[in-house]
């Protein structure tokens, strides 16, 4: 009999533990096997011919360089084909760079094989592989037809004649001159890295068949134990209550719980109330707390649904013969015998008359220009915290009355309310959601809301995140019929207050008298000494700006103006001196003082162009340029402009140039880009002109337009080269955060999107809406790298604001002092934003598969 019960338990114990886990193992070691090594074998294949051909399609580049410099008659044709040739023969790539390219015609003819030079003008027509394929002839026969394709045959192991396995190329047909360049993989790498991952999987599977084993064996052992401490801490409970009601009858605080069973009070609430414990029985929560908007809650399990977190309120306690004593009540939820119950411990409100001056990091906050708030989890959300902004932007002027309105009685329409709170239920987070608002004064406007459900606390969640205003606030009667665009909500969003993207140029002329004024004494300025003046009267106005809330765009964009106004007078001012130029000629200024985004942290980035003139009279006209950049630089950095750290001003030899060999220079920079320039070199792309001649600044602008549209390989290696500067790696692990680095990547990212789409527009803000027009930015990406771009911009100038007042020199760094939990929120979407951004750059321009 007990051989038999032994017998039974074994067998239960092998269906219920082992067997599960064998199965889990057979059917996890199918999938892998089954399913996900064969598809990564495809998309292991797909992804090399991908590379092939894109590396190709970079090598056929080299042929159309070439080609372009005969056509202009720069070279003979001959010429053209031999260096076309030589170079191609210097390409090498792949993990022990033996990979190579190849080229040959369409007789077809060899006209180069880095490995099989006994190949070079050999006819390959009775050329054939080990199988008998006549692979160039394929060649030939595959880009006739469709002028690219792939080849698979057999060839030797790289540059080891002695080995031949199967490969797989890409060619591609060159019209001009007949040729067929093409490169290739080696099918055998693929099986290689393929039988590497079975052999690992096969290990993985069974480690973990085993461990699923282990676990359930030993969760089948813990099951006994767990009953037993359950039964254990039920008996710990209950004498822990009966200790909790004792300390709760001694506490100072007042205590009260609201449960199924009425209101309960501890000895010192009920003293000070008045009433005994029978008497506050009879009595309602919102008759005894008539200020803290309870009157909504039907019954306490209603109030415990909806109190996810903690409310915080200050609020009245009325006793009995209509005493009333101010209070700190804190309102949290408990669970009394499995029955939901609401417990408030309320502190006497100590009211102070002193007023503090508001911490730097509070104000940073304001300048973010972004409303914080915390919400309850349940469908009548309650705020438990918000910020002033939010406050101004509903209309109200206290949390405490935000602390008796829940949130849905803001929103306008109750259907975007449920769209809300669905989209929070469904994937935890709601991102760039507009909606209609109306405010406690009637007035209605457009928000955009961004939050998400936390939480950090075990057992708790509510709802956190920011709004934003994209409109106004009107009056209901001034709401225009239809629902705006989805670009108008973008541009709403990072202009503030801005009704339309057609208004953009309201935008930018948002401040035209003051600062219009400014800018014309800066024109009838007569010396350096009156311009340093206007400066100091025009910085002054922009902290101004900045400390009225101005849109950082109307910021830069004044700043940069004055800026143009007073290098465009200093210039009139010192070729005065220096008499009439030999030569046309232009003063231009580069970096955020090009795309006319200046701060008050900017020093002088500029350069100088003058026409073309013959060789003998360089140095001649040279001469006179340096000396009238030099005499500029001089009288900018005495207004207060500092000078450039790295010398890029008009006064280096090497940025005053004729306009041929500023042609050069780009032409360098794009054609043969070094990743260590390549940084260092794009503040040149952005340049706009102070003052000279248009006709020069044109031509410079459509050269480098014309030669960026066929070239893709500037475009690979700058957004390479941008790469580890993503701002995850510096924000995340910088002890002091330096907002103009964090920002550089989103400017660096959509400056190239610019150059590549031939985008026009200086200002960020332009190119990116002129991107998302053309349908290279979708909505998502256009609203978060605007949001991202505003956030920085206005930390930027509200903390070189700050360093200003204080007598310190300013600059771009944040002490994290000043970093409060609502500001690195809003750091943290920002820089997530950016490196999104960078990632999709990364896509676009093939810098993925690189280290």
């Known amino acids: 009999m007990a051989e038999s019960v032994i017998q039974k338990s074994q067998t239960r114990f092998f269906i219920r533990v082992i067997l599960p886990g064998i199965l889990a193992f057979f059917l996890f070691t199918a999938l892998i096997l089954g399913y996900l090594i064969p598809g990564f074998e495809k998309a292991m294949m797909e992804r090399k011919q991908e590379t092939i051909r894109e590396l190709t399609r970079s090598a056929w580049s ?108 890409y060619v591609r047909l060159f019209e001009p001159w007949g040729w067929i360049i093409g490169t290739g993989i080696y099918i055998e790498d693929v099986r290689m890295e393929i039988r590497r991952m079975e052999t690992r999987a096969v290990l993985i599977s069974g480690g973990i068949g085993l461990l699923i084993i282990i676990l359930l064996v030993i969760i089948t052992r813990q099951s006994h134990r767990i009953e037993i401490c359950r039964r254990k801490a039920e008996q710990e409970l209950m004498e822990s209550r009966e200790r909790y009601k004792a300390l709760a009858e001694a506490a100072s ?31 309602k929560l919102d008759q005894l707390i008539p200020d803290a908007g309870l009157s909504q809650f039907s019954g306490p399990e209603t109030m415990y649904s909806e109190l996810t977190v903690r409310m915080i309120s200050e609020c009245s306690l009325v006793g009995k013969g209509g005493s009333v004593k101010r209070v700190h009540a804190d309102f949290s939820r408990i669970l009394i015998a499995g029955e939901q119950a609401v417990m408030m411990v309320a502190r006497p409100l100590q009211i102070s ?179 340093k003046e206007e400066y100091r009267i025009g910085t002054d106005l922009a902290g101004s700006l900045i400390e009225g809330g101005a849109d950082p765009f109307v910021v830069v964009q004044f700043i940069s103006k004055m800026a143009d106004a007073i290098c465009r007078r200093v210039v009139e001012l010192v070729t005065a001196e220096s008499g009439s130029p030999p030569v046309e000629f232009a003063v231009i200024q580069l970096g955020s003082a090009g795309r006319g985004e200046q701060t008050l942290a900017t020093d002088q980035d500029n350069a100088l162009i003058f026409a073309d003139v013959p060789d003998d009279q360089i140095n001649k006209v040279q001469s006179y340029f340096l000396a009238l950049g030099s005499r500029m630089n001089d009288l900018l950095a005495d207004i207060g402009y500092a000078r450039c750290r790295g010398e890029v001003m008009a006064g280096n030899p090497r940025w005053c140039q004729p306009l041929a060999q500023w042609k050069q220079y780009f032409l360098n920079w794009t054609r043969n880009p070094g990743p260590e320039e390549l940084l260092e070199i794009s503040i040149f792309f952005d340049f706009a002109i102070a003052s000279g001649s248009h006709d020069l600044v044109n031509s410079l602008r459509d050269f480098i337009q014309s030669d960026l549209r066929t070239n893709d390989i500037y475009f690979h290696h700058m957004a390479a080269a941008w790469k580890p500067f993503a701002p995850g790696r510096q924000f995340h692990s910088s002890s002091v955060v330096n907002l103009k680095k964090l920002q550089m990547p989103l400017t660096g990212m959509v400056r190239l999107y610019g150059m590549r789409h031939a985008v026009t527009e200086p200002t960020s803000l332009e190119k990116f809406i002129s991107l998302y027009k053309n349908g290279v930015f979708s909505k998502e990406i256009l609203s978060g790298t605007i949001q991202a771009w505003k956030l920085l911009m206005k930390l930027r100038l509200a903390s070189q604001h700050r360093a200003l007042l204080l007598g310190n020199e300013p600059d771009n760094l944040l002490d994290p002092a000043f970093i409060s939990e609502e500001l690195k929120y809003l750091l943290d979407k920002a820089v997530q934003q950016i490196d999104n951004l960078m990632l999709m750059a990364a896509n676009d321009f093939h810098t993925h598969t690189e280290g």
């Open 253 to 283: 605080e007042g205590v009260l719980i609201w449960s199924g069973q009425g209101i309960h009070a501890n000895k010192t609430l009920l003293a000070w109330l008045g009433y005994q414990e029978e008497e506050l029985a009879l009595k």
């Open 62 to 169: 080299i042929l159309e360089h070439y080609h372009r410099m005969e056509a202009r008659g720069l070279i003979t044709r001959n010429e053209a084909m031999n260096f076309a040739r030589d170079a191609v023969k210097e390409l090498r790539y792949g993990d022990e760079a033996k990979d190579y390219f190849w080229i040959t015609d369409r007789q077809p003819r060899m006209i180069m094989h880095p490995y099989r030079p006994d190949l070079d003008g050999e006819d390959l027509s009775e050329f054939k592989d080990p199988d008998g394929k006549e692979l160039f002839v394929e060649f030939v026969t595959i880009t006739a037809r469709s002028g690219d394709g792939f080849v698979d045959y057999r060839w030797q192991w790289k540059d080891d004649s002695s080995k031949i396995v199967p490969k797989l190329s």
């Open 353 to 531: 008359h002193d007023s503090a001056a508001v911490p730097f990091g509070e104000r940073l906050m304001d300048h973010a220009g972004s409303g914080f708030y915390r919400t309850t989890f349940a469908r009548k959300s309650r705020f438990t915290s918000a910020n002033s902004s939010v406050l101004n932007l509903l209309g109200l002027q206290t949390f405490q009355e935000l602390a008796h309105e829940s949130m849905d009685s803001f929103f306008v329409d109750s259907k975007e309310y449920k769209l809300y709170l669905s989209m929070l239920e469904e994937s935890g987070e709601v991102t760039d959601l507009p909606v209609k608002i109306r405010r406690r004064d009637g007035q209605m406007a457009w928000v955009m809301l961004n939050a998400q459900v936390r939480n950090d606390i075990p057992g708790e969640k509510w709802f956190e995140g920011t709004i934003e205003p994209l409109t106004l606030a009107v009056a209901p009667e001034q709401v225009p019929v239809g629902e705006l665009t989805n670009l108008n909500f973008a541009v709403r969003a990072s202009a503030g207050a801005l009704p339309g993207i057609r208004e953009l140029e309201d935008l930018q002329d948002a401040w035209t008298g003051l600062p219009e004024n400014i800018i014309r004494r800066i024109s009838l300025a007569g010396s350096s000494a009156e311009l």
